[in-house]
Every structure is written in structure tokens, then in C-alpha cells.
């Protein structure tokens, strides 16, 4: 069973920092993809920032130049730095990775519970 555990999330005033890590544990043989998406109340769920086992990395043009996404491979573990943050960062984020239980198996998404986001004065 694999299973995602974010942390992180808190609130925060406009202007201000945080960072967001999500470890993935269980049964895992590989890693293709790990990111960061988003979902404001009465809103889909949206992309934030991917990065590949290769370190390529991708991100909404809403955050490019204020988040980092990060990963340490050995730890299975991926990092969002944001910096700069704006109220209408406000929302739950959710971690995912595409990742290969066994060498047989196709690659699969699996998603974390969420941790919110608040960015408020």
C-alpha cells in the first residue's frame, strides 16, 4: 500500500513563505513523477508543480518565479517552496506521485489527504 504524507500547510500573511514536503512510503519499485496541485473552495483541482525522477520540472505560470519544487529521490520525497504568497493562493494542496509498485506494473497516480493553505492578513 503506498501511501503520501504532506506537511506544512498553515497560514500565512501575504508577502510571507512556506514550505510544503511530502514523503511517499510503501511498496514503491519507481518514481516517475511527483507534484503539487491545488484546490480553491468551488474549484477544480489544478496543477501547481511537477518534477520527474530526472529533476525536469513544470509549473502553472500563476507561481513561476515565487514557488521552487524540490525532490530527494533517496527519501521519496518532494518539496514545494512558496514564496511570495498571495490570498489567492488560499487552498487545500495535494501532493501526487505517478509512480510503479512493481517492475510489471503500469504506472499509477496516487494522491495525498491534503494540507491547507491559508495566505491572509
Known amino acids: 500500500q503506498v501511501q503520501l504524507v504532506e506537511s506544512g500547510g498553515g497560514l500565512v500573511q501575504p508577502g510571507g513563505s512556506l514550505r510544503l514536503s511530502c514523503a511517499a512510503s510503501?511498496?514503491?519499485?519507481?518514481?516517475?513523477?511527483m507534484g503539487w496541485y491545488c484546490q480553491a473552495p468551488g474549484k477544480e483541482r489544478e496543477l501547481v508543480a511537477t518534477i520527474t525522477s530526472g529533476g525536469t520540472t513544470n509549473y502553472a505560470d500563476s507561481v513561476k518565479g515565487r514557488f521552487t519544487i524540490s525532490s530527494d529521490n533517496g527519501k521519496k520525497t518532494v518539496y514545494l517552496q512558496m514564496n511570495s504568497l498571495k490570498p489567492e493562493d488560499t487552498a487545500v494542496y495535494y501532493c501526487?506521485?505517478?509512480?510503479?509498485?512493481?517492475?510489471?506494473?503500469?504506472?499509477?497516480?496516487?494522491w495525498g489527504q491534503g494540507t491547507q493553505v491559508t495566505v491572509s492578513s
Open positions: 501526487n506521485t505517478q509512480l510503479r509498485i512493481h517492475y510489471w506494473d503500469n504506472f499509477r497516480d496516487y
Open positions: 510503501g511498496t514503491i519499485f519507481r518514481i516517475d513523477t
